[in-house]
């Protein structure tokens, strides 16, 4: 089994949690792939197909308060762009709002926004050792990929 999780943005990333036998995980994490500031739409479907995902999930997109149009133009772009490539691949997934997967992942964690998410990740996959700091938002593909996980196996 194979599990993703997307975090649909220009600054996200997919992540696949690979479940093996005896329990065990192996977690990869993608950046998004974008080529002078556009979505590299050959290369995310490229990787969805390289990892053969059982079972996505995918965060719904939503523009946010005070966001400029363009912003939420472009992130409600790559919503779509994912959305048309787990269909053409035949990918089963879930849209999930944030507020119902971090209710569950971030439930009784410590801690405020992007730093309690990276907090869970790390605590989750302690493997998973970003090298830089914008690697740090990377916590929420690995959130909705586990969320994935836990969510198939209840099917």
Known sequence: MIHLGIDPGKAG?????????GGKTELTVIPTPVV???????DMAAILKIY??????IERAQTMPGQGSVSGGTF????GIWLGIL???????QI????????????????????????VARN???????????EYQYAD????????????QGK
Do not use: C
């Open 76 to 79: 409600m772009k790559g919503y």
């Open 52 to 57: 053969e995902p059982t079972f996505g999930v």
């Open 141 to 152: 593909s690995i959130l909705l990929a586990e969320y994935s996980r836990r969510i198939y």
């Open 87 to 93: 269909g053409a691949l035949g990918i089963p997934y």
């Open 96 to 119: 999930v709002h944030s507020r119902v997967w971090t209710r569950v992942m971030l439930a009784g964690a410590p801690g405020e926004g992007k730093e309690r998410a990276y907090n």
């Open 36 to 42: 002078r500031q556009e979505y590299d739409i050959g």
């Open 124 to 134: 989750l996959f302690p493997e998973w050792q970003p090298k830089l700091k914008k």
């Open 13 to 21: 990333s997919v992540a696949f949690i690979k479940q093996k036998v």
